[in-house]
């Protein structure tokens, strides 16, 4: 696991669309691995940008969700769907048919999970999956006691997670969906290189479990120290409770530039 400490979120930022820059220059078909949440905006407004500028084209590329409330109207502003289109998908030339998540209104959820889990694999895999963490350590939807060997499943939102989503409800706990799908823990350490960002005060504890912590189902983005690939990025405020922050700033500071990440 690589852990880098920047100054701010915009060269986090532009650190991490530099990863999806390479990867499709040297792969344009690449699939890419895409969240929703606050952590990778940054990310996305850059991707933006650079395809505005002409960097980068996603017209080959395919791309998979990492998870999606269950239950949720299909015109309901918050289906992570719906996320991931305004906040990144429709801004570049990705064709829309390749983009696909879990689908939060399937009859049948099991099969629907299974069949998720064959289209990634039919796919080739993930090449670049970007990653945020909870305040309570979860990544995707995988809330504490996740199984490290899970695959695309249901799982029951823990109360702090419908406290901390419940900003994109009107402030309403309980419009807060209580259950979601998402990729299990064996799901997203199947792809090839990991980016994981984290800003902020409220993530330092997580980040403290993630980075320095023992592995444990309790913090499941802990899981991340068994993948060959990983790459974690920080604010100063999210890295506040790392005891080795000082070795990871000088470790990034005498990284050659040839090495990308
Ligand atoms: C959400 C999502 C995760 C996300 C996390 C952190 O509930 N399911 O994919 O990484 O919580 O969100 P944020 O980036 O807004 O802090």
């Not at 880098?4 to 530099?18: F, H, K, M, Q, T």
């Not at 409800?169 to 419009?175: N, S, T």
């Amino acid at each position: 696991m690589e852990t880098i400490i920047l100054d701010d979120e915009r060269s986090i930022a532009r650190l991490a669309a530099g990863a999806f820059v390479d990867l499709l220059a040297r792969k344009p078909d690449a699939v890419l691995g895409l969240a929703t949440g606050s952590s990778p905006l940054g990310v996305y407004d850059e991707l933006a940008a650079r395809h505005e500028d002409g960097d980068i084209s996603f017209a080959r590329a395919r791309a998979f969700t990492l998870d999606e409330y269950v239950g949720l109207p299909a015109d309901h502003p918050e289906t992570y769907r719906n996320v991931i289109n305004r906040d990144f998908t429709s801004r570049v030339d990705i064709d829309p048919d390749a983009v696909r998540g879990p689908d939060g209104l399937a009859e049948v959820i099991p099969a629907s999970c299974a069949e998720y889990e064959a289209a990634i694999a039919a796919a080739g895999g993930v090449d670049l999956q970007v990653l945020g963490i909870g305040a309570v350590g979860h990544i995707g939807f995988n809330e504490p006691g996740s199984s490290f060997a899970s695959r695309t499943r249901i799982k029951t939102l823990t109360h702090q997670t419908r406290v901390d989503n419940a900003r994109f409800f009107d402030g309403d706990v309980d419009a807060v969906p209580s259950h979601c799908l998402t990729q299990g823990l064996g799901t997203i350490m199947d792809a090839r290189h990991v980016v994981l960002i984290a800003t902020g005060r409220h993530k330092a504890e997580a980040v403290h479990h993630l980075v320095e912590g023992p592995v444990s189902a309790m913090w499941p983005g802990t899981i991340l120290q068994h993948h060959p690939h990983a790459t974690v990025l920080l604010d100063s405020a999210a890295a506040s409770r790392l005891q080795l922050a000082d070795y990871f700033r000088e470790a990034y500071r005498g990284k050659p530039s040839w090495q990308g990440l």
